[in-house]
């Protein structure tokens, strides 16, 4: 009875749903399906013509390893933040929490042309590099490493979220037990803390990524034109070649790749949680 009477306020919701992202989607796969962009005939010859070439499947490559590393480097400064963080008072939590969610503030438009300035041969990274005594500046503009370092530090609350509420909740007393019992403060570490926040991790894993491999406007302005990643691609392809029915199957495509990741890493992540429980 209930459930049928929640029934009518599920409504919008499907509605809504159905409207903005199941149409889209079936409009997205069917033009990938087209032969013309008047879409009067249907054939895989778009999806053909993106395997058949491998500059346009390294570029997915590419484009999804780009991910991986910056999905570690997040990891790699988010998990020490968010473990000093659970540790610390109230008072210096809080500056922490402000600070790590400081960037979702600023329009990621001009996070990134700051860090143009940051990077930049004349930036802040060369001036002390230079100062310390080296020949030459580093070559971080429109470079893969800058992408990385950029991407890090605008996902990065994605990162250190999802681990923070999940440690957040992690009984002290496993800790305080674990170190009765002779374990020292790293040996905690490894088989107390990081094995029950491993869902923290994987969630945020999964948000990191997906946003890292679909920052047009980071990798664009940060890689440059030498650096083609696949949102760039989709953008050459639908605006600067018009060839929409093309661009639409690298999305699919794309689409489908992620979603693989995606789907792997919640598998990973549903273990964890049984472990966990356990």
């Given at each position: 009875?209930?459930a049928?009477g929640?029934?009518?306020?599920?409504?919008?919701?499907?509605?809504?749903?159905?409207?903005?992202?199941?149409?889209?989607l079936?409009?997205?796969?069917?033009?990938?399906?087209?032969?013309e962009?008047?879409?009067?005939?249907?054939?895989?010859?778009?999806?053909?013509?993106?395997?058949?070439?491998?500059?346009h499947?390294?570029?997915?490559?590419?484009?999804?390893?780009?991910?991986?590393k910056?999905?570690?480097?997040?990891?790699?400064?988010?998990?020490?933040?968010?473990?000093?963080?659970?540790?610390?008072?109230?008072?210096?939590?809080?500056?922490?929490?402000f600070?790590?969610?400081?960037?979702?503030?600023?329009?990621?438009?001009?996070?990134?042309?700051?860090?143009?300035?940051?990077?930049g041969?004349?930036?802040?990274?060369?001036?002390?590099?230079?100062?310390?005594?080296?020949?030459e500046?580093?070559?971080?503009?429109?470079?893969?490493?800058?992408?990385?370092?950029?991407?890090?530090q605008?996902?990065?609350?994605?990162?250190v979220?999802?681990?923070?509420?999940?440690?957040?909740?992690?009984?002290q007393?496993?800790?305080d037990?674990?170190?009765?019992?002779?374990?020292?403060?790293?040996?905690t570490?490894?088989?107390?803390?990081?094995?029950?926040?491993?869902?923290?991790?994987?969630?945020?894993?999964?948000?990191?990524?997906?946003?890292?491999?679909?920052?047009?406007?980071?990798?664009?302005?940060?890689?440059?034109?030498?650096?083609?990643?696949m949102?760039?691609?989709?953008?050459?392809?639908?605006v600067?070649?018009?060839?929409?029915?093309f661009?639409?199957?690298?999305?699919?495509?794309?689409m489908?790749?992620?979603?693989?990741?995606?789907?792997?890493?919640?598998?990973?992540?549903?273990?964890s949680?049984?472990?966990?429980?356990?």
């Open positions: 009875m209930k049928a929640d029934s009518p306020l599920v409504l919008p919701l499907a509605a809504l749903f159905v409207a903005f992202f199941v149409a889209p079936c409009v997205l796969i069917a033009l990938s399906l087209a032969g962009t008047a879409m009067r005939t249907l054939t895989f010859k778009n999806y053909l013509t993106f395997f058949s070439d491998p500059y499947y390294s570029i997915l490559w590419q484009t999804l390893l780009l991910g991986v910056a999905t570690l480097v997040c990891l790699a400064f988010g998990y020490p933040i968010a473990w000093f963080c659970v540790r610390s008072g109230a008072r210096l939590q809080s500056i922490i929490v600070l790590v969610i400081m960037p979702i503030l600023t329009s990621v438009v001009v996070r990134t042309f700051a860090w143009i300035v940051i990077l041969r004349q930036g802040v990274i060369n001036q002390i590099w230079m100062g310390l005594g080296a020949n500046p580093l070559k971080l503009l429109y470079t893969e490493t800058g992408v990385i370092m950029v991407l890090a605008v996902q990065m609350p994605l990162m979220l999802p681990i923070l509420t999940v440690m957040s909740k992690i009984d007393n496993l800790s037990a674990s170190r009765v019992l002779g374990a020292g403060e790293w040996r570490l490894w088989k107390v803390t990081i094995p029950l926040s491993l869902t923290g991790v994987l969630a945020g894993c999964i948000l990191t990524y997906t946003a890292c491999i679909t920052a047009f406007v980071t990798q664009t302005l940060i890689g440059g034109a030498r650096l083609i990643y949102p760039l691609h989709i953008y050459q392809q639908a600067g070649a018009n060839n929409w029915p661009a639409a199957a690298i999305s699919v495509i794309f489908i790749a992620v979603l693989v990741i995606v789907g792997i890493l919640g598998a990973l992540g549903r273990r949680e049984t472990y966990a429980r356990a």
